[in-house]
């Protein structure tokens, strides 16, 4: 049900992002199960379902040169981008995790509406309600799972990522 894969992938870019391990971990198994040819009706692939529109403007930022979407299911590649993507988030939102992957869901123009519209956020800084049920789902469940995620990781991800 946690599966931790691709340990020496999450701890560099966890690390190079200034991310939580648990929250990437979370992530990845909300969104592909740990698996690295996932790929969603919507077009969304790899083990972080990286949008193209997301991946074109994430290449572009990151400064990657010569990108080949032929690459988007190695691991190295997919989570890299995908915690650029969740660092990126993490700047915008103050590090607030739940704001972080309601926007990796919905997306970040998404989420900043729903904070400045009193329906949805009483103070501007959190979410009281999320309008759209999906993403309401996928927040409770990435969170969820980071906390079970960071419960299993203290047994130590770098031992995990050696095996």
């Known amino acids: 049900m946690f599966p931790i894969k691709y340990g020496e992938q999450i701890i560099k870019y966890s690390d190079k992002y200034n991310l939580s391990p648990g929250l990437v971990c979370a992530v990845i198994n909300t969104e592909s199960r740990f698996k690295t040819d996932a790929e969603s009706h919507k077009g969304a692939r790899g083990l972080m379902q990286l949008m193209p529109n997301t991946i074109d403007w994430a290449v572009e930022n990151m400064g990657i040169k010569n990108f080949s979407y032929a690459t988007?299911?190695?691991?190295?590649?997919?989570?890299?981008?995908?915690?650029?993507?969740?660092?990126?988030?993490?700047?915008?939102?103050?590090?607030?995790?739940?704001?972080?992957?309601?926007?990796?869901?919905?997306?970040?123009?998404?989420?900043?509406?729903?904070?400045?519209?009193?329906?949805?956020?009483?103070?501007?800084?959190?979410?009281?309600?999320?309008?759209?049920?999906?993403?309401?789902?996928?927040?409770?469940?990435?969170?969820?799972?980071?906390?079970?995620?960071?419960?299993?990781?203290?047994?130590?991800?770098?031992e995990i990522a050696n095996n």
Not at 90 to 105: D, R
Not at 142 to 148: A, F, G, H, R
């Open 72 to 158: 988007i299911e190695d691991p190295d590649v997919n989570i890299d981008i995908g915690c650029w993507v969740l660092n990126y988030l993490s700047k915008q939102f103050n590090g607030n995790e739940e704001l972080m992957a309601a926007a990796y869901n919905a997306g970040i123009g998404n989420v900043k509406k729903w904070l400045g519209d009193t329906k949805y956020s009483s103070n501007g800084e959190y979410l009281d309600y999320i309008p759209y049920g999906e993403t309401e789902n996928y927040v409770e469940k990435v969170m969820s799972y980071k906390t079970i995620y960071e419960i299993i990781l203290r047994t130590d991800l770098y």
